[in-house]
């Protein structure tokens, strides 16, 4: 079940001005399902947000209830003049913030039926991962209220599901590109592989056409040169990766990057 079917992220609207990513280690499922992104620690609420309506609309199946308004309550339009989920998320349950009290709608619907309704709705945790789960609840909240939910949350949830404690990689040991690009959420803009996001020149082909040199100059100071073609996003890619990657993640990267002819 876990890490079942996150197609990641059209990113459209992405803000970054505040691209603050922190170099966490995360449990590296990538190298299991390769096609699939894991948001980790450095996701942040627009990334967050924006891969919660794809799963809302899409994998999540929340619309077969949520969208016709009389099965279940209207989750992105006005209920009952208390206006959309992120506006009255935090009124719901008595001493339980908007984020707490989303999850527990996800994780653990019984615990609080709305009224008026049946308890209908089952623990998404069935069939979707943690990750999931919280970028929906970015997602929701970001109908009418403000995003709190951070990559940190679902790294504590990870934790707390029982996924494989983020081992310190020992010095030497291979790096797993792959997982570093999910880490760092370079995929939301570049496709990898067919999949991913179309801000940023697709990875697919990229050794092909730019040297080792090159790759390295545009990873850790993406301002000296404008992709062709991407002049209107020039300002997108984040600036920070130079300090929030290892040296060791850095080159591992590079030889990944470089080998996609
Ligand atoms: C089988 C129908 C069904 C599906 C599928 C379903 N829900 Fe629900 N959901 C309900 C019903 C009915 C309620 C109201 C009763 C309750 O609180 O359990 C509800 C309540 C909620 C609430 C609390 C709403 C409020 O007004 O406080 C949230 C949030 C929510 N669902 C989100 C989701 C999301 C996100 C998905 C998809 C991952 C989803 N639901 C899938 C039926 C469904
Ligand atoms: C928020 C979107 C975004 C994210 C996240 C992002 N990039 Fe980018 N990236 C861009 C955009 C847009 C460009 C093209 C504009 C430019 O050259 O600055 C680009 C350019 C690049 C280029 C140069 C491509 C070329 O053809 O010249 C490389 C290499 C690259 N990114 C690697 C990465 C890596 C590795 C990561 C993750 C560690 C990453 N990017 C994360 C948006 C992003």
């Known amino acids: 079940m876990w890490q079942t079917n996150?197609?990641?992220?059209?990113?459209?609207?992405?803000?970054?001005?505040?691209?603050?990513?922190?170099?966490?280690?995360?449990p590296q499922q990538a190298s299991e399902v390769p096609e699939v992104l894991t948001l980790g620690a450095g996701a942040t609420p627009e990334m967050l947000a924006a891969a919660g309506e794809k799963i809302f609309s899409g994998a999540g199946g929340c619309t077969?209830?949520?969208?016709?308004?009389?099965?279940?309550?209207?989750?992105?339009t006005d209920e009952r003049g208390a206006g959309p989920i992120g506006a009255r998320c935090g009124k719901q349950e008595a001493g339980k913030d908007c984020k707490t009290y989303l999850w527990e709608a996800l994780t653990a619907p019984a615990a609080f039926v709305v009224k008026g309704?049946?308890?209908?709705?089952?623990?998404?945790?069935?069939?979707?991962?943690?990750?999931?789960?919280?970028?929906?609840?970015?997602?929701?909240?970001?109908?009418?209220?403000?995003?709190?939910?951070?990559?940190?949350?679902?790294?504590?949830?990870?934790?707390?599901?029982?996924?494989?404690?983020?081992?310190?990689?020992?010095?030497?040991?291979?790096?797993?590109?792959?997982?570093?690009?999910g880490e760092f959420g370079c995929s939301a803009c570049h496709k990898l592989k067919g999949e991913g996001g179309e801000i940023g020149p697709a990875f697919d082909g990229m050794g092909g056409r730019l040297t080792k040199d090159y790759l390295r100059e545009a990873i850790v100071d993406p301002k000296a040169k404008v992709a062709k073609g991407y002049e209107e996003n020039k300002d997108m890619m984040p600036v920070a990766f130079g300090e929030q990657l290892t040296k060791e993640q850095l080159n591992a990267l590079i030889d990944y990057l470089a080998s996609l002819k």
């Open 117 to 181: 309704y049946q308890p209908i709705m089952l623990d998404q945790r069935r069939t979707l991962s943690v990750d999931q789960i919280w970028a929906l609840v970015a997602y929701l909240e970001s109908n009418g209220g403000e995003v709190t939910v951070t990559g940190q949350d679902i790294v504590d949830a990870q934790a707390a599901a029982g996924a494989p404690k983020p081992a310190a990689a020992p010095a030497g040991e291979r790096i797993d590109a792959v997982a570093v690009l």
């Open 64 to 76: 077969s209830c949520h969208g016709l308004g009389t099965r279940a309550p209207n989750l992105v």
């Open 6 to 26: 996150l197609k990641v992220l059209t990113v459209g609207a992405l803000v970054l001005g505040f691209f603050t990513m922190v170099a966490h280690i995360v």
